[in-house]
């Protein structure tokens, strides 16, 4: 019987990639100061501004995948701003300590006070990656917060890299 399930599950994995999801957490700084923005005022009112935003960070405690350590992330995002609150949508590569990539799409909230960020949260999925991150898919949650030291992101979430299937030889189909 019990040869028969394992049978039974490495049929499945052949079949269907078997790949389980595993979670990641992590902390990013940001300096607000140094992103580069240009802003466009929309004419509807005084505060409504459009803007796109890019910053470059590193993580003070790192997300590891697939024994790779997140060392920076690059983020561009467009912001549409009304008074205090902004909706964003925007995309981050995430270099790790080896070199290799991983791509991020995001979607969120900021609240900013005195013209400078005060919190933001939203929502964010892995878009692909290069190298050990090729196939990978996952999402999560983020949280910032202005810190001593700069804007602190925290990240939650999860990750698969998908198994590439096998391919049938050359010739047959």
Same mark, same amino acid.
């Given at each position: 019987?019990?040869?028969?399930? %394992?049978?039974l599950l490495l049929?499945?994995?052949g079949?269907?990639?078997c !790949?389980?999801? *595993? $979670?990641?957490?992590a +902390? @990013?700084r940001c300096?607000?100061?140094a992103?580069?923005?240009q802003?466009a005022?929309?004419?509807d009112?005084a505060?409504?501004?459009?803007a796109?935003i890019?910053?470059?960070?590193a993580y003070v405690?790192?997300?590891?995948m697939?024994? %790779?350590?997140?060392k920076t992330?690059t983020?561009?995002?467009?912001?549409? !701003?009304?008074? *205090? $609150?902004?909706?964003q +949508? @925007?995309?981050?590569?995430?270099e790790?300590?080896n070199g290799?990539?991983?791509?991020?799409r995001?979607q969120?909230i900021?609240?900013?006070?005195?013209?400078?960020?005060?919190?933001?949260?939203g929502t964010?999925?892995?878009?692909g990656?290069?190298g050990?991150?090729?196939g990978?898919?996952?999402k999560g949650?983020?949280?910032?917060?202005?810190?001593?030291d700069?804007?602190?992101?925290?990240?939650e979430?999860?990750?698969?890299?998908?198994?590439?299937?096998?391919s049938?030889?050359?010739?047959?189909k």
């Amino acid at each position: 019987m019990k040869n028969l399930i %394992l049978l039974l599950l490495l049929f499945a994995c052949g079949v269907v990639p078997c !790949s389980a999801q *595993t $979670k990641i957490s992590a +902390i @990013g700084r940001c300096d607000p100061n140094a992103a580069t923005q240009q802003l466009a005022e929309v004419g509807d009112g005084a505060d409504h501004l459009l803007a796109v935003i890019k910053n470059s960070c590193a993580y003070v405690k790192p997300m590891v995948m697939e024994g %790779l350590r997140s060392k920076t992330y690059t983020f561009t995002t467009f912001s549409d !701003s009304l008074g *205090t $609150k902004s909706t964003q +949508i @925007g995309y981050a590569v995430v270099e790790m300590d080896n070199g290799d990539k991983a791509f991020v799409r995001f979607q969120g909230i900021s609240i900013m006070k005195n013209d400078q960020p005060e919190s933001d949260e939203g929502t964010w999925s892995y878009t692909g990656g290069t190298g050990k991150l090729q196939g990978l898919t996952g999402k999560g949650t983020y949280k910032g917060a202005p810190g001593v030291d700069g804007y602190a992101e925290q990240i939650e979430g999860n990750y698969k890299i998908a198994v590439p299937k096998a391919s049938a030889p050359k010739g047959k189909k």
